[in-house]
């Protein structure tokens, strides 16, 4: 696996006091300038007056504190314990104004409340959507993210105030790129630690001479102020027809939205340690419930849905190199206080767009790097290579011109006048075909016990001969077989007094290989991380080891997903047919 050697803390490793402050510091200004963002796009997109501005951007940053924290802890089900900047994000932005046209603010919160549910139900089915949302759908969803994003950054530059050249703009994020990318190409320590607050500050320096900075709006905010609580649109009726109407297209923007989370999940638990460790399948559904719980909380509020900000994220814990979740839980609680304190807000608010855009730029060009990283992580045959290229394909031509807004139009339009929707939905679809059109599985249901050995070999033996694979090739087969089947009543809990747990074993043959999928429940250690352990270690292995080294032998590639309720080990084997 790839190393991070930038890191610096890991999740559960504990910096000074002071560094954390740092970092929670620039993560809470990245939550707070998209945050506001979106909500001040929501509110115009729909012609608000202003009051409910003020109330949308104090419950946003509340709800998106209390998420960021518990993004950060592990609270049963609840939260991986890694650092995931929160806040309202743009997948739903269009339905939600299609909402509150068609039946106010109150309509939209009880969508947007219904749409949470599509989180809690995929995070619980995550085990059975494991051949949908594969590295190539993750890999995919991310590049897209930065084709439809780079637009809006490159737009920022050039937003200056009423009377400055525009040209002016263009050299304030000139300049602020500069000094990021000379930071962190030749900066060290506490320069790259510091790269963004700093280019941030030189962005505005530049930006006062050139007339681009205005504080005017800063100087009139209260230091200390509570919206009115009136603004509060409450809750719209479920029997109402326009909820039934707009319903389905929520639904489906949600399901996307949770596809996104779970692979959010497990890429933040790659960055976020030196040396990447097989992704724990537990963590990913708490990232996704606490998902869940921050888009009821906002259909609660009436605010636009509450999201993970990857692209923030992963150019926080790579700037910096703190991955450790108190920074996470810091950065949490200074939200909560900002939703109190306008004037520090406003004081923020006032850094130009162009300063913006340029930091955009860079965020979303290392999003799409971690995009590659993800798709090239299981390799990349022809069948994934065309689901990547048609995907991406039909993202960017979307974006420059959506086809079907136009064509469809209505909700349904809405729903797919946005690119990234549409891709996803295009990379899941084919995945399904390719899943539909493979051959045909074969599945063997016994238990986790020694006993189970004969079984599983006259099952494999069996599927050899129907693959029409030599001999050779056919032991191997048994023998992975057999091997996996040794280390995992290695890991097993102790069953003793108990009925040894249920072993589902399912087979896909394909032309060259199988593919062996043991599901069961095991200990907390991971296979996958043990085998790559023992392969790192002198030659002469532990008894206990033995077993581990003749899989990794045997299989072609081992893969072992701890979901909660279930433990899925994938085993890869090669073979010639006679």
Avoid at 315 to 326: C, E, K, N, Q
Avoid at 401 to 410: F, R, S, Y
């Amino acid at each position: 696996m790839l190393s991070n050697e930038h890191i610096r803390y890991e999740p559960d490793e504990r910096p000074p006091s002071p560094l954390t402050l740092t970092v929670a510091s620039q993560g809470m200004v990245l939550a707070l300038s998209n945050t506001v963002t979106i909500v001040t796009i929501f509110a115009v997109a729909y012609n608000d007056d202003g009051s409910y501005l003020a109330w949308a951007i104090f419950a946003a940053l509340i709800i998106a504190g209390l998420a960021i924290a518990l993004q950060a802890t592990t609270l049963g089900r609840l939260g991986p314990g890694h650092i995931h900047l929160m806040g309202p994000g743009a997948p739903f932005l269009a339905v939600c104004v299609l909402a509150v046209n068609e039946g106010g603010l109150a309509l939209m919160s009880t969508l947007v409340v219904a749409s949470s549910l599509v989180q809690f139900a995929v995070a619980a089915w995550l085990a059975r959507l494991r051949r949908l949302i594969t590295p190539v759908v993750t890999g995919v969803a991310f590049m897209m993210i930065p084709v439809t994003a780079i637009p809006i950054a490159i737009d920022r530059l050039d937003e200056v105030p009423a009377g400055v050249e525009p040209g002016a703009g263009l050299a304030v994020g000139a300049a602020t790129l500069g000094t990021v990318a000379l930071l962190m190409l030749r900066g060290s320590g506490l320069w790259r630690l510091w790269a963004m607050p700093i280019a941030i500050v030189v962005g505005c320096a530049v930006a006062v001479p050139l007339g681009v900075y205005d504080a005017r709006e800063a100087l009139d905010a209260p230091w200390f102020a509570l919206p009115d609580f009136s603004a509060w649109p409450g809750f719209g009726p479920v029997l109402d027809e326009d909820f039934w109407a707009l319903l389905l297209v929520f639904f489906i923007v949600s399901a996307v939205v949770a596809v996104k989370a779970s692979n959010e999940g497990a890429v933040i638990q790659q960055a976020s340690r030196r040396r990447p460790r097989s992704i724990d399948f537990r963590g990913v559904q708490g990232t996704m419930n606490v998902g869940g719980v921050a888009i009821l909380l906002s259909g609660i509020a009436g605010t636009p849905p509450t999201i993970i900000y990857l692209p923030s994220t992963i150019a926080l814990i790579g700037f910096t190199g703190v991955a450790a979740r108190r920074a996470g839980i810091y950065m949490g609680a200074m939200l909560i206080g900002l939703a109190l304190l306008p004037k520090v807000v406003a004081v923020l608010l006032t850094i130009p767009r162009s300063v913006t855009g340029a930091l955009l730029m860079m965020v979303m060009g290392l999003l799409f790097v971690e995009g590659m990283r993800t798709v090239f992580r299981d390799g990349l045959n022809q069948q994934r290579a065309f689901i990547v290229g048609v995907s991406l394909s039909i993202a960017i031509g979307l974006q420059s011109q959506n086809v079907l807004a136009e064509v469809i139009g209505g909700p349904w339009g809405v729903a797919l006048g946005n690119s990234v929707v549409v891709g996803v939905l295009a990379a899941v679809v084919m995945t399904v075909v390719l899943e539909i059109t493979a051959a045909r599985q074969r599945r063997l249901e016994t238990e986790l016990d020694a006993s189970a050995f004969p079984g599983i070999e006259t099952f494999l033996r069996e599927l050899g001969s129907a693959m029409r694979w030599n001999q050779a090739s056919t032991d191997r087969l048994c023998a992975a077989g057999e091997e996996t089947l040794s280390t995992m009543l290695q890991l097993r809990d102790d069953y003793e007094a108990d009925k040894p747990p249920r072993l589902v074993l399912i087979a896909r043959p394909g032309t060259e290989a199988v593919e062996l999928e043991f599901l069961a429940v095991f200990s907390e250690e991971n296979i996958e991380d043990r085998i790559a352990y023992i392969s790192e270690q002198a030659e002469t292995p532990e008894v206990g080891d033995i077993s581990f080294r003749l899989l990794r032998h045997y299989a072609s590639s081992v893969r072992h997903r701890k979901y909660y309720g279930v433990d899925i080990v994938a085993v890869q084997i090669e073979g010639s047919r006679q």
